[in-house]
Structure formats: structure tokens, C-alpha cells
């Protein structure tokens, strides 16, 4: 028997956050970890006590063809990223690693592309949290020091999108 590596069981854990989602485009799944302990988890929804896409049974944001990464402020949903630090303390988070997976719904593939949007990221980097460690496929994954983040503001560079 071959042991799974932490940072794939951390992934997996978010995989599972993320079959929860009620988006009818992109599942994400967060989970947030310190010291061996997860802190959090999340996956993108619309807020308490509104409807979501799923029960709705369409998107705006698909309905009018947007293009990924722009115009967030139709979408029902918070990001995944977002509910697993709304629901941890800042204490908790300072110094933690935030593990994500997004899966496209349409084909039930993993995004071998995901990534936080400009929003998220800014709100990684204010809750404290030191990496990111984001799914590619099964197994491979890529680490991601937040302090590159608060180096490289993507924005300042004209990017748009994830």
C-alpha cells in the first residue's frame, strides 16, 4: 500500500468541499490548514437564504456568454476561497496553507488551470495565509508562496481573469 502525501490527502479533503458546490459552471472546494489541523472549508454558493444556480436551474453569467475571470458581480455565488476564511478565525489563519480544487462541471474534469481570481487573492493575502496549493489532476499540484502575491499584483499589470 502506497501512503497518499499530505498535501494530496489536503487536496483530496478539498475535492470532497467542493462537491457541494451549487454553481452550474465551476465547483471549487478550499480547505484551510494549520499544523496539521484543518482550520476551514468552503465551496462556492450563493449566500445564506438565497437561491442558488443549481435550484434556480440556469446562469446569468452563462446565459449572456461572460467570459471566465470577468464580471463577478452577476454571479450568485462567494468563492470557496472566501467561505473557508469567513468561517476561520484570523488568528487561526495566520502562517496556514489554503488547499483548492476547482472541477469544470460541464466535462467533471479537475482545471488543470484553476486559480484564485484578483478578489480572492487579495483576501488570501489579508487573512494571513502563507501558500496556496492548488490542484492540477489527481496527483500534481502546484505550491504557491502568497508573498508573491503581494509582490506581483497581477492588476498593476492590466491581467484580467484567472
Known amino acids: 500500500m502506497v501512503r497518499r502525501d499530505k498535501q494530496n490527502y489536503y487536496l483530496d479533503m478539498a475535492q470532497v468541499a467542493l462537491e457541494r458546490s451549487t454553481c452550474l459552471r465551476r465547483s471549487f472546494g478550499a480547505v484551510i ?13 450563493a449566500p445564506r437564504g438565497r437561491a442558488n444556480c443549481i435550484d434556480l436551474n440556469y446562469c446569468i453569467r452563462q446565459q449572456r456568454n461572460v467570459p471566465r475571470g470577468t464580471q ?18 484570523r488568528e487561526e489563519m495566520i502562517g496556514s496553507t489554503l488547499y483548492l480544487v476547482g472541477r469544470d462541471t460541464q466535462t467533471g474534469e479537475i482545471m488543470r488551470d484553476a486559480d ?38 497581477e492588476l498593476l499589470g492590466g491581467k484580467i481573469g484567472y
Open 33 to 45: 490548514v494549520k499544523n496539521d489541523v484543518i482550520i476551514s472549508t468552503g465551496y462556492n454558493g
Open 72 to 89: 463577478y458581480e452577476l454571479c450568485r455565488a462567494i468563492h470557496a476561497e472566501a467561505n473557508a476564511i469567513i468561517a476561520a478565525s
Open 116 to 153: 484564485s481570481c484578483p478578489m480572492c487573492k487579495r483576501q488570501i493575502i489579508n487573512a494571513g495565509i502563507s501558500q496556496v496549493v492548488i490542484r492540477r489532476d489527481n496527483d500534481n499540484y502546484d505550491v504557491i508562496d502568497v508573498a508573491d502575491w503581494v509582490k506581483n499584483d
